[in-house]
């Protein structure tokens, strides 16, 4: 059994854990509250948006929709949009949206990596370190834009990826991320972002409301100008998604460091009782004996 110091000075180390873990535990709640309050506020706009995509796309001939947004082609680059965060201590949020991304590759793309035609864009430091140190071909990243997700930097990569697609660089992009349920729940995701399959939007159109809308000037033009606006909202929406799944995963992980670093401590003090006891228990027999000597 070890001795008196060891055991205490174990006691005083988990004690300072757990008041970091716990002090951790509080801040990354308090990021979470905000935002959580970004990511609900957004998703009604998000929903509106879209349903009002469904209502003109179910409504209008697709062979009119002339849009290099829509264009399918022979899918011979892809671009893999990998969001994560930039630093650890939050479970495997990080781990979880790099398997995924990896599984993705897998199932779909894998002779495009063999090719040499699927690169990475790396929103975030873990999963930029992660790529680059495994030598996959990277397009470009991220850090500063998941710390504190705001629309004008989205916006600018929205139109660099669109400008991309457009130009013919990359014949498919698509955007792996966490999404937020709640602060126990990250949902992983893989959404296609381009191009933009209208065929989709057409079947959800038949179950569109009864609500009716007067267009101006008219519905391809209208469609044609809501694609790159609903774009830079989707990957919007996707950022704040990830960025307080983020908080709720590390919420979460120093939560449970902190429920372990008790039960530690509650072994480690009865490993001290038990230790202290024994001592004490030698010191008496030694007593007793050394009294017994003398009276013999």
């Known amino acids: 059994m070890a001795n008196l110091k060891e055991v205490r000075s174990r006691i005083?180390?988990?004690k300072n854990t757990q008041q970091i873990t716990s002090a951790m535990k509080m801040v990354s709640a308090s990021?979470?509250?905000?935002?959580?309050?970004a990511i609900q506020k957004m998703r009604p706009y998000d929903e509106k948006l879209h349903n009002i995509m469904r209502h003109i796309s179910g409504d209008v001939d697709q062979e009119q929709v002339?849009?290099?947004y829509t264009t399918e082609r022979e899918v011979e680059k892809v671009l893999l949009v990998v969001?994560?965060?930039?630093r650890g201590l939050c479970g495997s949020f990080n781990t979880n949206v790099i398997k995924k991304a990896e599984s993705r590759i897998e199932e779909d793309f894998q002779s495009h990596k063999e090719n040499s035609n699927l690169f990475i864009y790396a929103i975030g430091k873990k999963v930029f370190q992660y790529f680059n140190r495994e030598g996959y071909q990277t397009a470009g990243h991220e850090e500063e834009m998941i710390e504190k997700p705001e629309f004008e930097p989205v916006r600018e990569l929205s139109g660099l990826l669109m400008k991309q697609f457009a130009e013919g660089e990359y014949d498919r992009i698509e955007i792996v991320y966490n999404q937020f349920k709640n602060a126990a729940t990250q949902i992983l995701k893989s959404e296609k972002f381009l191009p933009v399959t209208t065929d989709e939007e057409q079947e959800d159109a038949e179950q569109k409301t009864d609500a009716e809308?007067?267009?101006e000037p008219d519905q391809e033009t209208i469609l044609l100008e809501l694609l790159p606006k609903t774009l830079k909202v989707q990957l919007y929406k996707i950022l704040l998604d990830s960025h307080a799944a983020e908080h709720g995963a590390r919420m979460t992980a120093m939560h449970q460091a902190t429920e372990n670093a008790k039960e530690l401590l509650r072994e480690l003090q009865l490993a001290y009782n038990k230790a202290r006891q024994a001592a004490i228990t030698n010191e008496l027999m030694e007593i007793?004996?050394?009294a017994d000597a003398l009276k013999g």
């Open 12 to 14: 005083a180390s988990v």
């Open 31 to 37: 990021k979470l509250r905000k935002a959580q309050n």
């Open 66 to 68: 002339d849009s290099v």
């Open 83 to 86: 969001i994560s965060s930039n």
């Open 213 to 215: 809308y007067l267009y």
């Open 288 to 290: 007793t004996s050394g």
